[in-house]
């Protein structure tokens, strides 16, 4: 087995791919590899490579990085998206010069164009057959229209991102109104309204960040079901989860009338289901 | 009935031949029968004595290689490359297909509408939560020049006018200019020889005194924008959401807005004002050239104190209300304009659409709606005038618990017309993810001897729900109704941007 991984970082160069021996001292790094890039990948296929310069669909434009390839078996996708064995994938690939048509390999794409076919872009790919027919898995956002899990790779973003990190149970859910502006200028009237609510979250645990004071925050959401809105989480009151907190920088006012930390979870996978606790300590644990 | 009999011929792909015969006589019944024909049948006898009509299309958006989704894909736009119309752009409240933190994507078609596919191109992550786009010359571009304005909503709502050269590459939208504090960004875009003249309509609440309407004007192909407020008169403390411009071929702008004068959270007390500029919106103080006769200030109050009604939450079926509003002007003869929107209307109505016409350049409107284009519970309304003169009336009805999509032609101010239903759908069915459900807005334009628009439905695969014929992209089974994700998995219905192309009426 050959392993080429070509990253982005320009520690190898644009030409320099990684290959490694199939040897058996090279097999955990290989492992690693594989494992980061199905972590980063969106769409994972294993296939045979059927054209060179080539698109399998009018709607991606041709190049010397692209190429058609067969798919024998996929191991990863987004439910939203139509690929099954014997499909032409439109692959635009770091290195051409690694591939001939026949070359089979095991690629980890992220999505491109979606038109009569698919066309993906690579992340790294593994030459030779796939090993043994792997199970679909989910991955992306869209699983008929509900928020679907979230991504390793994404949650890790949104971790990183946060503030804190807690383990908690909403005790109250209120309506927050936004203090009137100093200024006197009426508040806005859009469709994008938030209609602000507060959240009082006792916190149980915290996973990331410092401790916190009295062991209870004010977290602001909207509940307002606009499109802006529609991937923040809305909170309930008994709702036990795990929560990505930031410090409140969208409301316009950032702390409570006795001037504590407001803060605020908006993201899509902010606020996730207590029986995701063991993944998102994992995950912190291994950044 | 030639309208109805040309477009049968058009099956989607999906669509199996044996049930092309079974489903005729059910396709015939639903158009004669359809409640929105009643009004309209003597036009379809007219026409059956006329030559054969060109083809029809309407187009499901969604490809087939996102065949898996259900997304509630509302609110759509269109964009068409003037110099050569094959290139389309459209757009949608459509997520990145594979990654929450991807770019927001759009429909980029190369064939004239006949497929479409799907480009993660927009400044935006995952998702829009407001976007429309223009695109003004080819001859350097011939898949551009693509000018947007989008609104990303992650945490806080910014704007961002974005230009690409190629919509079909792949590379992300340079964005041009950016700022926060807006509201539903309205493009239009006119080529010159010196560079495109972008304007970019914003309810912009950083403006001072509550005077929100504004028209972003780059006159350099968006290297630089200038925002001109256009409002003039006192407000409720703001303006409402919409904010329309439209510009003709000799560089006459004009734009279209809610004044609100008084607003009491259900309802916005308003003007329906229209100012206008004759040199591109270039010179110091632009949009004046309109003054109303009874108070001297710029902008023509087409109407007065109208009551608008505004909700955010489902008020015409699962749809919200508050903000319909089209401006559309002759693109050969500046002088035609014609204006609609939707106010509280007559007793017992929800949500009632007019549309006015002047055709002196803005100066004086007609007194009344014009003839037939007093729609009741409906939404949505978009315009745009022909080269011919023709002018289009897109809307969306809600009639006996359908969402109905008119496209009405009129040469005469809609004394005569012809109207064909695009789509009649259950109004029940999907339920709501977000609002809005359909849209805030749909659109319409006109190249050659086409009118194309975009509206959005309820993807159900049945022929009864499409009079004038239907293409799916995506998997469909039109004989079970039923759609699946292309390896034969169900997929529920959700809401559908489609495209269509209807022949100019000579």
């Not at chain 1, 909170?235 to 803060?263: E, H």
Request: net charge neutral; glycine share 8%; aromatic share 8%.
């Amino acid at each position: 087995m050959k392993i080429s991984t070509v990253f982005s970082s320009s520690l190898l160069g644009a030409s320099l791919s990684l290959a490694l021996c199939a040897c058996a001292n090279a097999a955990p790094q290989a492992t690693n590899n594989s494992a980061a890039l199905m972590s980063q990948s969106s769409i994972v296929f294993s296939g045979t490579v059927s054209q060179l310069a080539a698109t399998s669909f009018a709607d991606v434009p041709k190049s010397t990085q692209t190429i058609v390839v067969r798919v024998d078996s996929i191991v990863k996708k987004p439910a939203a998206v139509s690929l099954k064995k014997g499909d032409s994938v439109t692959v635009e690939v770091k290195d051409a010069l690694g591939f001939q048509e026949g070359t089979q390999a095991t690629f980890y794409t992220d999505g491109w164009i979606f038109g009569s076919g698919v066309a993906v872009k690579e992340l790294g790919h593994v030459l030779g057959p796939a090993a043994e027919s792997a199970p679909v898995t989910g991955a992306g956002p869209n699983t008929h229209g509900a928020q679907g899990k979230i991504s390793d790779q994404e949650l890790r973003d949104r971790m990183n991102k946060s503030d804190f990190v807690v383990v908690g149970r909403v005790t109250d859910v209120r309506k927050w109104n936004a203090p009137k502006a100093k200024s006197g200028a009426p508040s806005r009237v859009t469709e994008h309204d938030p209609d602000w609510q507060e959240a009082v979250v006792e916190v149980q645990s915290v996973l990331k960040g410092g401790k916190v004071k009295g062991n209870k925050v004010i977290v602001r959401f909207p509940s307002r079901n606009d499109v802006a809105w529609v991937n923040s989480p809305k909170f309930t009151k008994n709702q036990r989860g795990i929560f990505c907190l930031n410090r409140d920088q969208t409301t316009g006012s950032p702390t409570t009338g006795q001037g504590a930390n407001v803060y605020t979870c908006l993201g899509h996978g902010d606020a996730l289901p207590i029986s995701e606790e063991a993944r998102v300590r994992a995950l912190l644990t291994n950044p | 009935m030639k309208a109805c009999a040309s477009s049968w011929l058009r099956f989607p792909a999906f669509a199996l031949p044996a049930a092309r015969f079974a489903l005729l006589t059910t396709l015939l019944s639903a158009v004669l029968l359809a409640p929105p024909f009643k009004t309209t049948a003597r036009f379809f006898l007219t026409r059956a004595q006329a030559p054969p009509t060109p083809a029809i299309k309407v187009v499901n958006l969604i490809p087939a290689s996102l065949s898996g989704e259900s997304n509630q894909d509302s609110e759509p736009f269109l964009a068409i490359q003037s110099e050569n119309p094959q290139v389309m752009v459209a757009s949608a409240f459509t997520p990145n297909p594979f990654s929450m933190t991807g770019n927001a994507p759009v429909y980029v078609s190369q064939d004239g509408g006949k497929s479409w596919a799907l480009n993660a191109i927009t400044p935006v992550q995952h998702m829009t939560c407001d976007i429309t786009h223009a695109m003004a010359t080819g001859e350097n571009h011939p898949r551009g020049d693509l000018h947007a304005g989008t609104l990303a909503c992650a945490s806080g709502i910014t704007l961002d006018e974005s230009e690409s050269n190629d919509v079909a590459l792949g590379a992300t939208m340079n964005v041009q200019s950016t700022r926060g504090n807006v509201d539903q960004p309205f493009v239009r875009a006119l080529g010159v020889s010196s560079g495109d003249r972008i304007y970019v309509g914003v309810n912009d609440f950083n403006q001072a005194n509550g005077h929100t309407a504004t028209i972003d004007v780059s006159v350099n192909g968006g290297a630089t924008y200038r925002s001109i407020p256009i409002e003039m008169r006192n407000t409720a403390g703001q303006d409402g959401p919409s904010v329309r411009p439209a510009v003709a071929n000799d560089g006459t702008v004009y734009a279209a807005f809610f004044g609100w004068r008084k607003f009491n959270g259900k309802t916005a007390t308003s003007d329906v004002v229209v100012v206008r500029d004759d040199a591109a919106a270039t010179g110091a103080n632009p949009f004046r050239a309109l003054k109303d006769p009874t108070d001297k200030l710029p902008g023509l109050l087409v109407v007065k104190k109208v009551a608008i009604p505004w909700s955010n939450a489902p008020a015409l079926g699962q749809e919200r209300i508050g903000s319909t509003l089209s401006i559309a002007v002759d693109p050969n003869h500046s002088g035609t304009v014609y204006v609609g929107w939707a106010d509280k209307g007559s007793k017992g109505d929800i949500y009632t659409l007019h549309v006015r016409r002047s055709t002196d350049r803005g100066v004086t409107w007609s007194k009344t709606d014009l003839p037939h284009t007093t729609i009741h519970n409906a939404t949505n309304v978009a315009l745009a005038v022909a080269n011919n003169g023709a002018v289009g009336f897109l809307y969306q009805q809600l009639s006996r618990g359908r969402w109905v999509t008119h496209l009405v032609q009129s040469h005469d101010g809609f004394m005569t017309s012809q109207d064909f239903v695009l789509a009649t759908v259950p109004a029940d069915q999907p339920v709501g993810q977000f609002l809005p459900y359909l849209g805030d807005y749909d659109y319409l334009l006109s190249v050659g001897n086409e009118f194309r628009g975009v509206f959005c439905a309820n993807n159900a695969p049945d022929f009864a729900n499409f009079p004038q014929g239907v293409t799916y992209q995506r998997a469909a089974d039109f004989s079970a109704k039923t759609l699946n994700d292309g390896a034969g998995i169900a997929v529920p219905i959700s809401i559908d941007p489609f495209y269509f192309s209807v022949p100019v009426i000579p």
